[in-house]
């Protein structure tokens, strides 16, 4: 069983940069894929970016490609999402998961094991 947790949330203003950390415990980390997700209030959870288990491969929501990507260091158990030029309706609840899925998982039920969030709050 893999255990997550998040940090690295915060106010910051809209054009800023912001560097969540995912890091995992109790589990083979190299064996999951990590995903992370987002949830504003009175919204669905929502798919953010994926990063395979080897790390060489990322996949990104249209809303964030370009400026998210999903860092992986398999030797320190940790996952980043490095979050460059926010926008308020970036504004969320962060989650990361861990999915033992083969495939590309950008749906919650596909993952197995999350975190208990951070938030992020991009305002003037």
């Known amino acids: 069983q893999v255990q997550l947790v998040e940090s690295g949330g915060g106010l910051v203003q809209p054009g800023d940069s912001l560097r969540l950390s995912c890091a995992a415990s109790?589990?083979?980390?190299?064996?999951?894929?990590i995903g992370w997700f987002r949830q504003a209030p009175g919204k669905e959870r929502e798919f953010v970016g994926r990063?395979?288990?080897?790390?060489?491969?990322?996949y990104y929501a249209d809303s964030v490609k370009g400026r998210f990507t999903i860092p992986r260091d398999n030797a320190k158990n940790t996952v980043r999402l490095q979050m460059n030029s926010l926008k308020p309706e970036d504004t969320a609840l962060y989650y990361c998961?861990?999915?033992?899925?083969?495939?590309?998982?950008?749906?919650?039920?596909?993952?197995?094991?999350w975190g208990q969030g951070t938030q992020v709050t991009v305002s003037s």
């Open positions: 109790g589990g083979i980390f190299s064996n999951y894929d």
């Open positions: 990063i395979t288990r080897s790390g060489l491969t990322a």
């Open positions: 998961a861990a999915s033992a899925l083969r495939v590309t998982a950008v749906t919650p039920r596909q993952y197995d094991y």
